[in-house]
């Protein structure tokens, strides 16, 4: 896949306008809880997604995947993060203790980097808000350290964000 493809949660296709897990009344068909009936069926129990649904397996293979937001805590805790042009694009460049790094791309227009987590919210007490968002990492390019990595953030499963696979352990 080519630099910045934006995919839905849960949702392995690209340039398609629908969201894979709606029926024709916007009801959710997957990833939906107990108590949550009435914006969705059928009940599953799923809020992870399952490696079917992972862009990250779909594009990469079996030995990848899209992190957990344990994962992602874990980036935010542990790397340092830089704004870094390269290769004609925007982006930050995240810096282990080991001294690996990676990078994010950047959005053009908003400045942002949004990544999926394989974590769909739950925990609220309003069930159409944890079946209608997933977990996400978002930083901010060229904004101050304290604003710029934010890992408590969330976005509806149909709008499009960046995936960043990690190696299956």
């Given at each position: 896949t080519e630099l910045g493809t934006e995919y839905r949660?849960?949702?392995?296709?690209?340039n398609v306008s629908d969201y894979k897990w709606w029926d024709r009344d916007k009801k959710f068909t997957k990833y939906v809880l107990a108590g949550e009936e009435k914006y969705g069926s059928?009940?599953?129990?799923l809020s992870v997604l399952e490696a079917s649904d992972d862009a990250a397996v779909e594009l990469w293979g079996d030995n990848w995947r899209t992190p957990t937001m344990g994962e992602i805590k874990e980036l935010k805790e542990n790397c340092t993060v830089k704004d870094l042009f390269h290769g004609g694009f925007r982006g930050l460049l995240l810096t282990g203790p080991n001294g690996?790094?990676?990078?994010?791309?950047?959005?053009?227009?908003?400045q942002k980097a949004k990544y999926w987590s394989v974590?769909?919210?739950?925990?609220d007490s309003d069930p159409y808000v944890n079946i209608s968002f997933a977990h996400i990492m978002e930083m901010q390019y060229g904004t101050s350290a304290g604003k710029r990595f934010?890992?408590?953030?969330?976005?509806r499963r149909y709008q499009k964000s960046y995936?960043?696979?990690?190696k299956s352990k």
């Open positions: 949660w849960g949702d392995t296709r690209v059928p009940v599953d129990n690996k790094s990676l990078f994010f791309l950047v959005d053009y227009n908003s974590n769909r919210r739950t925990g934010q890992i408590d953030q969330f976005a995936i960043r696979p990690v």
